[in-house]
Each structure stands twice: as C-alpha cells, then as structure tokens.
C-alpha cells in the first residue's frame, strides 16, 4: 500500500506560478512512476504530465508543454509540478498518481495509487 498526499495548490492569477509536491509514503521500496492528472468539474480526469522512477523520461500534455515542469526527489519520495504562466483553462483540482509500470501512462487506470488532490484555481 501506497499513501500519496498532494499540497501546494491554491488561488493564482493568470499568468503567476504555482509549485504542487506529491508525497508518497508506505511501500515506496519499489520503484514507481508518478503522474500528475487533473478534472475540471463536470469533465473527465485528463493527464497533464509523468515522470519515470530515474526521472529521466518525462512526458506532457500538449496544453501544459513549455508551461508546466515535472520533477522528483525520489531521497524524500516527493514529485512536484512546477507550473508556470498558469491561464484560467487550468483551473482543476489536480491529482497525483503513483504508477508500479514504467512511465509514462496517460491513462487513470494506469496508476495504482491516488491522492486526495489540490485544488488549483487560476483568475483571470
């Protein structure tokens, strides 16, 4: 069992930057991917962007590439989403996901564990 905790959202306006952190805690032994997803009200969970266990692949969304950055510590078990230029469009509450295959699933199902999420709310 994996325990993820999501923090770091909040209130921005368009154009400022906000760094989200994902803890996971438990059986983090072995390595995993981690993703980050997020679902506006009434629309489906999308994928923004993943990152493997070495961190040396990383994979994006169209809509967030050049704007958001994925990162980890894989010494602290903590992954971030610096995000950047932040536009209304964006506002969701963001998931994150931690994956037991190798990066980098754009797909919900493919992450094994989640956390509570954060609610990111750009104005503009």
């Known amino acids: 069992q994996v325990h993820v905790v999501e923090s770091g959202g909040g209130l921005v306006q368009a154009g400022g930057s906000l760094r989200l952190s994902c803890a996971a805690s438990?059986?983090?032994?072995?390595?995993?991917?981690m993703g980050w997803f997020r679902q506006a009200p009434d629309k489906e969970r999308e994928f923004v962007a993943a990152?493997?266990?070495?961190?040396?692949?990383?994979s994006y969304a169209d809509s967030v590439k050049g704007r958001f950055t994925i990162s980890r510590d894989n010494a602290k078990n903590t992954g971030y989403l610096q995000m950047n230029n932040l536009k209304p469009g964006d506002t969701a509450v963001y998931y994150c996901?931690?994956?037991?295959?190798?990066?980098?699933?754009?797909?919900?199902?493919?992450?094994?564990?989640w956390g509570q999420g954060t609610q990111v709310t750009v104005s503009s």
């Open positions: 438990g059986r983090t032994s072995s390595s995993y991917a």
């Open positions: 996901g931690v994956s037991s295959v190798p990066c980098c699933s754009r797909y919900p199902l493919g992450y094994d564990y």
């Open positions: 990152i493997s266990w070495s961190g040396r692949t990383t």
